[in-house]
């Protein structure tokens, strides 16, 4: 299995997927730091995507978009904040308007990637996705929707269930 | 696999003038998945929208009467509802001359399955970075 773990963890807003490859940490590091072998895993097949510019350095941007089924061409950038090869990648992952310039209209989500040699020629990769909000994220999983619905839904039983009793 | 369609919220909502609101297709195929998460996530930052969506889940709720409850503007609280429903959230509908707020349960279950769909779009890329890798050693060999 590849996949070792995968931590979602609402309060602290997170998810963690920690993968392991038959390959040195430096290999795996290109996989990131090569834009045409990023431009081979980034995208789904349906959605393969092209990196038109890659500065993979602290401050430095990556900015790809993928083509749709349909030839729709969704855009996206990255803004390098950690790069220290082939250790430790921190950025954070954005979407872009169709000319380029970033969308603000949504936040984005912040990456980091740590890349460690595990021994036996094996690597380790974590990647650990970051969402916006501590409040969002709660709302989003802990509470509230599936919770709130589940109660209103008994609640609605329970009365269902009284007015059986009430005219019987 | 999970199998669903997005709340139609979430399908009709244009994105910055890209062509991705008439895709019906189901989400887990869609790849931008992430976007959807974010506008979820981002409908979901601010205090006022989620008491806005706790409110209108007690009970359809007018505008106006929901924006007695704050201290700011019409027009501000009409912005929030907007987000929300650009979120898929909640729908905007009038009754009479009301216009009132609902929450949109489909959009609320697609919300708690994003997480998830988050996932499974990290482990196809995981299996493509193994492939990547494999080819290349294939060839070497």
């Known amino acids: 299995m590849t996949v070792t773990a995968v931590r979602k963890d609402p309060a602290a807003l997170t998810m963690t997927l920690t993968a392991e490859f038959d390959a040195s940490p430096e290999r795996v590091w290109q996989l990131w730091a090569d834009p045409r072998q990023l431009e081979r895993w980034w995208g789904p097949p349906t959605y393969p995507a092209t990196v038109t510019s890659h500065d993979l350095a602290?401050?430095?941007?990556?900015?790809y978009y993928m083509t749709g089924p349909e030839g729709d061409q969704p855009r996206g950038y990255w803004d390098l904040v950690e790069v220290d090869p082939p250790k430790r990648l921190a950025f954070l992952d954005r979407f872009a308007n169709a000319d380029g310039s970033p969308n603000d209209e949504f936040?984005?989500?912040?990456?980091?990637?740590t890349i460690e040699a595990i021994g036996d020629g094996r690597t380790r990769m974590e990647i650990l996705s970051r969402f916006p909000s501590t409040e969002a994220m709660e709302q989003l999983v802990a509470m509230g929707m599936e919770?709130?619905?589940?109660?209103a839904v008994g609640q609605i039983d329970a009365i269902l269930a009284e007015d059986a009793v009430a005219t019987s | 696999m999970l199998t669903f369609r997005p709340a139609p919220g979430l399908r009709d909502r244009r994105l910055t003038g890209q062509s991705y609101n008439h895709m019906v297709v189901p989400m887990q195929v869609l790849p931008l998945q992430p976007v959807v998460i974010d506008r979820v996530l981002g409908a979901l930052a601010d205090a006022t929208r989620r008491d806005i969506l706790r409110r209108a889940m007690a009970g359809q709720k007018g505008v106006a009467e929901l924006a007695a409850?704050?201290?700011?503007?019409f027009a501000a609280v009409q912005k929030h509802v907007a987000i929300l429903e650009?979120?898929?959230?909640?729908?905007?509908?009038?009754?009479?001359?009301?216009?009132?707020?609902r929450t949109e349960m489909e959009g609320l279950r697609v919300a708690q399955r994003l997480l998830d769909q988050y996932e499974e779009l990290w482990r196809g890329r995981i299996d493509r970075m193994i492939s990547l890798i494999s080819e290349e050693k294939e060839y070497d060999a």
Do not use: C, D, F, N
């Open chain 2, 69 to 73: 409850h704050y201290p700011m503007s």
């Open chain 1, 107 to 113: 936040p984005g989500s912040e990456g980091t990637v």
């Open chain 2, 86 to 101: 650009g979120a898929g959230l909640v729908s905007k509908e009038r009754t009479g001359r009301r216009k009132v707020v």
């Open chain 1, 147 to 151: 919770q709130g619905l589940t109660e």
């Open chain 1, 58 to 63: 602290p401050g430095g941007r990556v900015e």
